[in-house]
């Protein structure tokens, strides 16, 4: 089939033909690929459990292998710190009872470095080294279990305080108890997670049972106990009941709940609490410390009968939390064998289904992605341009609608009134680009009216009251205000697609061109131009370039500090004429300079002027280059400024007399882009470039004439400003040649000027009149010079 299906009645069908298939009934085949889907979800879901089980069946192992000897490790230290503790205090201690004592510690210890490979000495690792979570904390464990022999040698010289000897050992347990909680409290599943908290709870409430016995074998046969001691006893009795109250009790299952109340309700347990209530209540504080009452006595023995009971609590706790993780390892490997065989039957019977029904959707719609890739590429894209650049375009070139019937030919239909729609809409566009320009146009029209009288009327003032200084400044003020309007009128021009017209007809010198650029600016005493080469720009190009430096100098002018210098150089390099404009301002970073020249260098739609308004100037310099074929690149200056570097084609500048090199010669003018149908504005007459350099001209302003009272005086005896240039080494100031940047549609015919009647005044009033104008020149250019830094 061909990528344009030409328009009219559809060819005959022939005699046989294969019935086609709706794509509602593909559709309702391939409604099997989320079952595919599902497959996949399977293979992933098994994935975890597996990983899940896998994890379980880890932290049973782990729990076996060191979980065990971690806690008899915690229940040895318990012992071993109760005993150091009675030993500080003067109890009955015999020195066989404690080597016995220590030495079962050290078997603990050297148990657990063995199982869970931790320890400085490589013959007691295995091969299961820290892992998991709790890794770290088993080398701490580990780190302080070598720390243990100092501490004994401190007991056994009462060095130190008890606090710090007992202190030791509680850091120990606390570690232990971390590790334990950081190694099999990180379970994946949820209900197993909540079982092994109550285990590491029981370890906690124990350990402050623990320190409780400590706290008391401190006090000994005096049963006096330092302040901090009593306090650390308080300590451990409230915490240990708000465990049990809150963490352990509420969470134990209905077999190890019984066991609590079984031990809660013996003899040892009931005179624990008697004797923990007897201390709070009964103590008294001496100055040494709190003495205890005599019930402590008893503590000893109740410990010993219930601490048994209270270990087994434990164990059975922990015991239980693995038992039930390798419960939920085996359901789940069986919950995978089930899903995996569920999944792979229902995968096998639609794979054939979906094999065939895919084959024939992709046919089709293969066709009709070969067609609407050849339309989107080729046919669109033309009929875009074609609107673009004011032409018709062919109807029978787009897509048509025929109404089909099956699924894939109403998406053809559906993308030919898609194409139809995205046609109308550039169509639409063209049209408002194009009465937009109209617009645009006619606002510059009216508006550039009002901007030519403005400046005929600020030149009749300069002429009638040219000697009043104070007034000649205010209006050179306005002047340049008003030439500023008169530029931001051509930018509107510009941007609208219109171009500036020239009435230049003889070429002008680069150094008059600089100037002339630098009269635009309202800031142009900051301006200090260098003409190092002498060249001459075509006719037909200086309103252009003047207006495309115009804006690089406001531009550098008005982003720079106040007092600095804006320097403008031109030179001639090989391209043509190379103008580069410097300022001082403020640093730039790479990626604003490459948006800058990105600005510069493409010209951006209606919505990226819109969102860019305060920037225009940019645009404005992008279009003019080219419609001057000429190169502008911003980057940063040695001075930490902007630089902007303009490189003219050499077919913009004019030969110099006798040379005839073919790069040369006068080229045409550039071909600006075209606008369809622009607005021409009333066209403002030119006065003749001998009137624009006469004597007295403003600077940046139209050239001021002689006071009206003057007759008419031949140029020789006129002082003219060439004539002191030499006697005079201040820079000369900025003029502009009247209405010599004005546009075709910014010019119009001046008002006439009323005829000036007989002068009666007498030679010597004219000759005072003059006097006493040129002094006024005079101080208004001293006036300027001394703004310059």
């Not at 996949?40 to 049973?60: N, Y």
């Not at 002008?508 to 635009?520: I, K, N, P, Q």
Request: net charge negative; with cysteine; hydrophobic share 40%.
């Amino acid at each position: 089939m061909s990528a344009m299906a030409p328009e009219g009645p559809p060819s005959p069908p022939p005699a046989r033909r294969r019935r086609t298939v709706r794509l509602r009934t593909l559709l309702v085949c391939l409604a099997v690929v989320p079952t595919v889907a599902m497959g996949t979800q399977t293979a992933l879901t098994a994935q975890r459990l597996l990983a899940q089980s896998e994890h379980l069946r880890a932290d049973v192992e782990a729990g076996e292998r060191i979980g065990v000897p971690l806690v008899k490790l915690m229940n040895e230290l318990q012992a071993e710190r109760a005993m150091a503790a009675a030993r500080w205090a003067g109890s009955p201690v015999t020195d066989e009872a404690l080597r016995d004592k220590r030495a079962d510690t050290d078997r603990a210890a050297a148990e657990f470095r063995r199982t869970s490979g931790t320890g400085s000495d490589p013959a007691q690792g295995s091969e299961h080294g820290p892992e998991g979570p709790g890794g770290e904390r088993l080398d701490t464990v580990s780190g302080r279990l070598d720390l243990l022999a100092s501490y004994r040698k401190r007991v056994d010289a009462h060095t130190g305080s008890a606090e710090q000897a007992v202190g030791y050992y509680t850091g120990v347990i606390d570690d232990i108890i971390r590790a334990y909680q950081d190694e099999f409290s990180h379970s994946l599943d949820a209900d197993l997670a909540q079982e092994s908290r109550p285990a590491v709870s029981l370890f906690s409430a124990t350990e402050m049972v623990a320190r409780e016995d400590t706290a008391l074998a401190l006090a000994g046969p005096s049963r006096e106990l330092a302040a901090t001691g009593f306090s650390q006893f308080l300590d451990a009795v409230g915490t240990h009941r708000y465990l049990y109250d809150t963490w352990i009790v509420p969470y134990l299952p209905p077999a190890e709940r019984a066991s609590y109340d079984k031990l809660i309700a013996s003899q040892a347990w009931l005179a624990k609490l008697r004797i923990e209530n007897a201390v709070v209540a009964n103590h008294k504080d001496t100055a040494t410390g709190v003495k205890l009452p005599a019930d402590v006595a008893d503590w000893p023995a109740a410990y010993h009968a219930f601490a048994p009971d209270l270990a087994a609590l434990n164990t059975a706790r922990a015991r239980s939390v693995f038992d039930d993780a390798e419960a939920k390892a085996a359901e789940l490997e069986a919950e995978v064998s089930w899903l995996i065989a569920a999944s792979g039957g229902a995968l096998l019977l639609v794979s054939a289904v979906v094999v065939l029904t895919t084959r024939s959707v992709l046919r089709r719609l293969n066709r009709l992605h070969t067609r609407t890739v050849a339309i989107a590429e080729q046919t669109l894209p033309d009929v875009v341009a074609r609107l673009q650049r004011g032409e018709s375009v062919d109807e029978d070139a787009l897509p048509a609608v025929r109404g089909r019937q099956d699924e894939v030919g109403q998406i053809a239909d559906a993308f030919a009134r898609v194409v139809a729609a995205s046609v109308d809409g550039h169509r639409q566009l063209a049209a408002e680009r194009h009465g937009f320009g109209l617009f645009a146009s006619g606002i510059a029209s009216r508006t550039g009216n009002l901007v030519s009288r403005q400046l005929s009327l600020t030149e009749d003032l300069q002429d009638t009251f040219g000697h009043d200084e104070a007034l000649l400044a205010q209006l050179m003020r306005s002047d340049q205000l008003t030439v500023g309007m008169r530029r931001q009128i051509e930018n509107l021009l510009i941007l609208a697609g219109g171009e500036i017209p020239d009435p230049h007809t003889d070429p002008m010198r680069v150094a008059d061109l600089l100037r002339e650029a630098a009269a635009e600016v309202e800031d142009f005493r900051r301006i200090e131009r260098q003409a190092l080469d002498e060249a001459s720009v075509q006719p037909h190009a200086i309103s252009q370039i003047s207006h495309l430096l115009a804006e690089l100098l406001d531009n550098a002018t008005r982003f720079s500090p106040p007092r600095s210098k804006v320097v403008v150089r031109a030179e001639l390099v090989a391209d043509g004429l190379s103008v580069e404009i410097e300022d001082r301002g403020p640093r730039v970073s790479p990626a604003g300079y490459a948006a800058m020249n990105e600005r510069l260098h493409s010209a951006p739609p209606y919505s990226v002027l819109a969102e860019n308004a305060h920037r225009l100037g940019l645009f404005v310099v992008g279009h003019l280059a080219d419609q001057l074929q000429a190169r502008v690149t911003l980057r940063r200056s040695v001075y930490g400024g902007t630089a902007a570097v303009v490189i003219l084609p050499g077919a913009l500048l004019a030969p110099a007399e006798g040379d005839t090199e073919p790069g040369r010669r006068p080229a045409q003018p550039p071909r600006p882009a075209p606008v369809p149908d622009p607005v021409r504005l009333p066209v403002r007459d030119r006065a003749p470039e001998a009137e624009a350099r006469r004597p007295g001209a403003l600077p940046g302003g139209p050239p001021a004439a002689a006071p009206a009272a003057l007759p008419p005086q031949p140029a020789p005896a006129l002082p003219t400003r060439a004539a002191k240039a030499p006697a005079d080494p201040r820079p000369a100031l900025p003029e502009r040649v009247p209405q010599t940047h004005l546009t075709r549609q910014l010019r119009g015919p001046r008002a006439p000027e009323p005829q000036a009647g007989p002068d009666a005044a007498t030679p010597e009033e004219v000759a005072d009149a003059w006097a006493d104008y040129e002094e006024g020149t005079k101080k208004v250019e001293a006036e300027l010079g001394a703004d310059q830094p």
